[in-house]
């Protein structure tokens, strides 16, 4: 009999969502960038742009006439992703340079040869990112999300700050999620050495992400650089490839989970939009400010992250 009903009632809900699968869609999609803004004779920076919203963003920016550069581990993936961009539109400047975020020494090798060879940059969008790995460090010792989301960032915007300021007026985009809601800055285990949790250590980078550009926000008060943080929504994309759980979840309810095109849309907002110039330290999420969990709005937890940061990487940055 509870069989029954159970069958019963697992046949309704798909009888429901099939019914109401263009109301789901829409809303799943969430905000859309309406901006017209063109980019021509900017230059952008994305991280992360061979996949996903980065991918995306990457289409979007370059349509505007922007001359973006697509910074990826995978450079041969990467030359796929700017061959697709060129295909939907041949005259974009697209072209693509190898960074791993998680080797600190690429990222000084990035920055070096980006600072010989680029004259501007007007837009920086901190996109790249790894979600619920297993446990591993990178090549300098850090727990991988807290390295590459937060960590590896976090240099790669202060070997590039310089440039920034003297292009200004000009942007950066910090790619974070609803998951810092989650979590927790582990002072005393940074890296997880003690114990570790993947779902934990992913909220905890993406809490790092809301503090260093709330921080960031402020130490760049009168120098006409904006810096902003963005949740994509939940993405039906390969960032959830190191969880079969998650992978088989997001399969399952594709429905209700946006595509990396609706998803890139409030990163393209925050590099784009006229009425936000003059905006910064805020956090946006379909296109519209978002709330901010009280751990991401504590001075005193920026600040320590931002200090702790610098003496990771052996940097000083006032």
């Given at each position: ?13 798909t ?6 699968a ?13 901006s017209?803004?063109r ?7 994305i991280t992360?742009?061979?996949?996903g919203i ?30 697709s ?21 690429s990222?000084r090798?990035?920055a070096q040869?980006?600072l010989?060879e680029?004259n501007h940059l007007?837009?920086l ?6 979600m ?10 850090f727990?991988m999300?807290?390295?590459v ?6 240099l790669l ?7 920034l300021?003297?292009?200004a ?7 974070s ?14 890296h ?26 402020q ?10 943080s963005?949740h994509?929504?939940?993405v039906n994309?390969?960032l ?5 759980l998650?992978?088989?979840?997001f ?17 393209i907002?925050?590099a784009v939009a ?7 330290g ?13 751990q ?6 920026a ?16």
């Open positions: 009999m509870w069989l029954l009903l159970i069958i019963a009632g697992l046949g309704v809900v009888l429901l969502v099939i019914l109401f263009p109301h789901i869609r829409k809303y799943a999609a969430g905000g859309v960038c309406k017209t803004t980019l021509d004779g900017k230059t952008v920076l992360g742009a061979n996949t980065g991918k995306e963003t990457a289409l979007d920016l370059a349509m505007r006439g922007a001359r973006v550069i697509m910074a990826c581990r995978d450079v041969e993936k990467g030359e796929e992703a700017a061959a961009v060129r295909a939907a539109n041949p005259n974009a400047q697209v072209e693509v340079r190898e960074l791993d975020l998680a080797d600190t020494c990222i090798a990035f040869k980006f010989r680029v007007h837009i969008i901190n996109n790249a990112g790894v619920m790995c297993p446990y591993t460090k990178t090549a300098d010792g727990e999300h807290i390295g989301n937060h960590l590896g960032h976090f915007t202060y070997l590039l700050i310089g440039l300021k003297r292009s007026p000009a942007r950066i985009v910090v790619v999620s609803l998951a810092h809601n989650f979590g927790w800055i582990r002072f005393h285990d940074l997880s050495q003690g114990s570790y949790n993947s779902g934990l250590a992913y909220c905890q980078s993406k809490l790092a992400n809301i503090c260093f550009a709330r921080e960031l926000s130490r760049l008060k009168g120098t006409s650089v904006t810096v902003n963005v994509p929504g939940t994309s390969d959830t490839r190191h969880s079969t998650m992978t088989i979840l399969t399952v309810l594709s429905t209700f989970l946006k595509t990396p095109r609706e998803g890139a849309q409030t990163s907002y925050c006229e009425e936000l110039h003059s905006i910064s805020k956090h946006f999420s379909d296109c519209a400010p978002a709330f901010v969990a009280p991401g709005r504590s001075e005193e937890t600040r320590r992250l931002w200090d702790i940061s610098c003496e990771l990487l052996g940097i000083e940055w006032d």
